[in-house]
Nanobody, 128 residues
Framework: VQLVESGGGSVQAGGSLRLSCAAS????????MGWFRQAPGKEREGVAF???????SYADSVKGRFTISQDNAENTLYLQTNSLTPEDTGMYYC???????????????????????WGQGTQVTVSS
């Protein structure tokens, strides 16, 4: 399984970026996909999650500003980030957890899912 992120960059506060994650090498259609981020000196945090049904879940810090989506035909995961603030600065990673059964998206965001596959990350820098 390979995950490759793109779309990061440097923007001013209030700006937007669309992150992409191209996935390949898997066949399972039961999964959690997620976007995580890590700022320097801080722990990694999950910001947005989606399951195979397209149900979504967001961290409170990004709710209403970020939107996770997927294009199953293209095997691509997206994260639309709007109204960015300097606190959104960090390395953004997409990750995948492949499962034996279908789960509700809250399972993906709760810490119960084991995200075994990770991309290399894409940097987002927001200046004030």
């Amino acid at each position: 399984v390979q995950l490759v992120e793109s779309g990061g960059g440097s923007v001013q506060a209030g700006g937007s970026l669309r992150l992409s994650c191209a996935a390949s090498g898997y066949t399972s259609r039961k999964y959690c996909m997620g976007w995580f981020r890590q700022a320097p000196g801080k722990e990694r945090e999950g910001v947005a999650f989606i399951n195979e049904d397209g149900d979504t879940s967001y961290a409170d810090s990004v709710k209403g500003r970020f939107t996770i989506s997927q294009d199953n035909a293209e095997n691509t995961l997206y994260l639309q980030t709007n109204s960015l603030t300097p606190e959104d600065t960090g390395m953004y990673y997409c990750a995948a957890a492949f499962l034996m059964v279908k789960v509700v998206v809250q399972y993906c965001s709760s810490g119960s899912a084991t995200f075994s596959y990770w991309g290399q990350g894409t940097q987002v820098t927001v200046s004030s």
